[in-house]
C-alpha cells in the first residue's frame, strides 16, 4: 500500500538520527532528497541503500503530479530535506497536501526540528509560542516586524548569519533595545553556541563578532 512519509534528519550531529527513521528510510522503494548529495552522506553513514530522487523548491512544482501518480501506483516514498523535518521552512508542503487531497496516507515522523532546542535552552517562555521562519528580505521587513510588535507569545525566527546583525538591529528599532533574546547557532554541531540577553546587547556583540552558521533567533513577546 502507497504512503508517504516525511522524514526528519539530524540538524547537526549524524548520532541524533532515530531507529525509526533509519528503519524507514531503509524499507521505502524511493527517498526524494532536497539536495541528494548531501543526503548520500546521511544515507551512507547508515547503510542506507533506497534509491533517491532530487525534490526541492526549485523542481516541486515540475515534478509533483509525477510523484503523486507514483504513489497512487502503490510506491512508497520518503521525503528528508538537508536537515531538521520537511515542511518546516523547509519543502515538503505541496507533496503532503496533494498525496492527502489523492486519499494517500501521509505520516511524519518525530524527529529534529531546530526551533525546538533552541526554544527549550533560551531561557525565554516556552508554554506559549509562535513560529515566524525566515523574515522576508528585504521589501516587507519592517512591516512584518511592527505587525509583531505587540506579540505577547515567545516569537521564533531563523535567520542567516549575513543578515542577522541587520535583523537584530531592526528589532531592537521596533520592540525595543531592552527586550530579551537567545539566539543559537550550529545546533548538535562542533562548534554549537547560544548567545543570551537583550536585543540592544546582542546587536553589539554581533557588530563586533559575526557569528556563522544555522541560526535560530528566540525573542521574548511584548509584556
Same mark, same amino acid.
Given at each position: ?41 546521511? #544515507? ?5 541503500? %533506497?534509491?533517491? $530522487?532530487?525534490?526541492? *523548491?526549485?523542481? !516541486? ?80 521587513? #519592517? ?5 509583531? %510588535?505587540?506579540? $505577547?507569545?515567545?516569537? *521564533?525566527?531563523? !535567520? ?64
Amino acid at each position: 500500500m502507497s504512503k508517504l512519509y516525511l522524514v526528519p534528519t539530524p540538524v547537526g550531529n549524524l548520532g541524533d538520527m532515530t531507529y525509526r527513521a533509519v528503519e524507514v528510510l531503509s524499507g521505502v522503494d524511493l527517498i526524494l532528497a532536497e539536495d541528494t548529495r548531501t543526503s548520500a552522506v546521511l #544515507m551512507q553513514h547508515y547503510g542506507i541503500s %533506497a534509491p533517491m $530522487q532530487s525534490y526541492h *523548491i526549485y523542481n !516541486e512544482h515540475r515534478t509533483l503530479q509525477h510523484i503523486i501518480d507514483q504513489l497512487l501506483a502503490g510506491t512508497t516514498i520518503a521525503l528528508v530535506t538537508d536537515a531538521g523535518t520537511p515542511t518546516i521552512s523547509d519543502p515538503g508542503f505541496l507533496i503532503a497536501r496533494e498525496a492527502i487531497a489523492n486519499g494517500i496516507e501521509v505520516e511524519c515522523l518525530p524527529g529534529a526540528t531546530a526551533f525546538v532546542p533552541a526554544l527549550a535552552q533560551s531561557g525565554l517562555p516556552s508554554d506559549r509560542f509562535v513560529f515566524e521562519g525566515f523574515l522576508p528580505h528585504p521589501k516587507g521587513r #519592517m512591516s512584518r516586524l511592527k505587525s509583531l %510588535a505587540a506579540e $505577547q507569545r515567545t516569537m *521564533i525566527f531563523y !535567520e542567516s548569519p549575513f543578515r542577522i546583525a541587520k535583523t537584530v538591529e531592526q528589532m531592537g528599532e521596533v520592540f525595543g533595545t531592552e527586550r530579551r533574546a537567545s539566539l543559537s547557532r550550529e545546533i548538535s554541531k562542533l562548534h554549537a553556541e547560544t548567545l543570551r540577553g537583550t536585543l540592544g546587547e546582542l546587536a553589539q556583540t554581533l557588530a563586533s563578532h559575526p557569528v556563522k552558521g544555522e541560526i535560530v533567533l528566540i525573542v521574548e513577546g511584548a509584556r
